[in-house]
C-alpha cells in the first residue's frame, strides 16, 4: 500500500501540472491511443513537468540552442521550455493529425515555436542541438532515427539526444560512433540516456566534452520502467 506522504507528493505534482497546462492553453494530461501501433508507434502521453528540471539542469541549454522534441504530442515539454523563458527556436514534431493540429493551435502565439505535422524522421531540422525524446516509439524507429541524425549531423558540432524512458537505448550503445550516459533521475521518474555523437574527422570526443549538467547523474543505472 502506498505510504500517505507518497499520495500527497502525487497530488501535489499533478496540481502543479494542471496549473501550469492550464497557464499555457489546456489540461495536457492523460494518455490518447496511438491509432499508429501496428507500425512501433506509442501512445500520445506527456512528460511529468516535475522530471524536466533534472532533464535539463543547470546551463545544459544554450542560446544558441535549437530545440526539437521529436513527437511531442500535446506539447507539455515545450510548455515547460516556454515556462522557463527560453527565447530559443523550438520546434515540435508530431505525427498524429488530431494532436499536432491542437498543439499547433495552442502555441500559436509563442513566434519561436514550430509545430511540425508529420513523421519526425523526415521532418528533423538540420539547426536543431538538442533533440528531446520520450519514448515515442519501438526499437526500428529508433534505429532509423539514429542513422537519420548520423546522416545529417556527422559532420557538425555535437548534437545531444535526451533520450526520456530509454527503453531501446541499446541501439546506442552498440556503436561506437555515440556516447552514452545512462541516468536514474529519481525513483519517481523514467530512466534517462543523454546520447552523443562522435564528430568525424575531429579529435573532440563528445564524452570529453563539459557535462550537459545534467543534474542527477549521480543516479546511476538501476531498474528501468516499462512504458511510455
Ligand atoms: C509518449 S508521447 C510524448 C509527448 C511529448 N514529447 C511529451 O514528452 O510530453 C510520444 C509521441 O510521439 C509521437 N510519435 C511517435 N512516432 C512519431 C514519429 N515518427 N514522428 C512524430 N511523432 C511521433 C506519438 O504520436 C506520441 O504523441
Same mark, same amino acid.
Given at each position: 500500500m502506498r505510504k500517505p506522504s507518497s499520495i500527497v507528493a502525487s497530488c501535489i505534482r499533478l496540481v502543479r501540472n494542471v496549473y501550469l497546462d492550464f497557464k499555457y492553453g489546456g489540461f495536457l494530461g492523460g494518455t490518447r491511443k496511438t491509432r499508429y501501433s501496428l507500425l512501433g508507434v506509442e501512445d500520445t502521453a506527456s512528460t511529468d513537468y516535475a522530471a524536466l528540471p533534472f532533464i &535539463?539542469? *543547470?546551463?545544459? $541549454?544554450?542560446?544558441?540552442d535549437v530545440l526539437v522534441d $521529436?513527437?511531442? *504530442?500535446? *506539447?507539455r515539454v515545450i510548455n515547460w521550455w516556454l515556462s522557463r523563458g527560453f527565447p530559443n527556436q523550438i520546434v515540435g514534431i508530431e505525427l498524429d493529425d488530431t494532436v499536432a493540429r491542437r498543439t499547433k493551435w495552442r502555441l500559436r502565439r509563442h513566434r519561436n515555436v514550430e509545430i511540425i505535422c508529420g513523421d519526425a524522421l523526415a521532418h528533423l531540422p538540420v539547426n536543431g542541438t538538442i533533440f528531446y525524446l520520450?519514448?515515442? &516509439?519501438k526499437e526500428p524507429w529508433v534505429a532509423a532515427m539514429k542513422r537519420q541524425l548520423e546522416l545529417l549531423f556527422s559532420t557538425k558540432a555535437g548534437i545531444s539526444v535526451f533520450y526520456y524512458n530509454c527503453v531501446y537505448v541499446d541501439i546506442f550503445k552498440n556503436d561506437p560512433i555515440w556516447v552514452v550516459e545512462e541516468i536514474v533521475?529519481?525513483?519517481r521518474f523514467h530512466r534517462l540516456a543523454v546520447i552523443r555523437m562522435k564528430i568525424e574527422n575531429s579529435d573532440q570526443d563528445p564524452a570529453s566534452r563539459p557535462s550537459s549538467g545534467v543534474g542527477a547523474s549521480q543516479f546511476r543505472a538501476s531498474s528501468p520502467r516499462s512504458k511510455a
Open positions: &535539463f539542469t *543547470g546551463n545544459t $541549454i544554450k542560446e544558441s $521529436i513527437g511531442c *504530442g500535446k *506539447g520520450y519514448n515515442p &516509439f533521475l529519481d525513483q
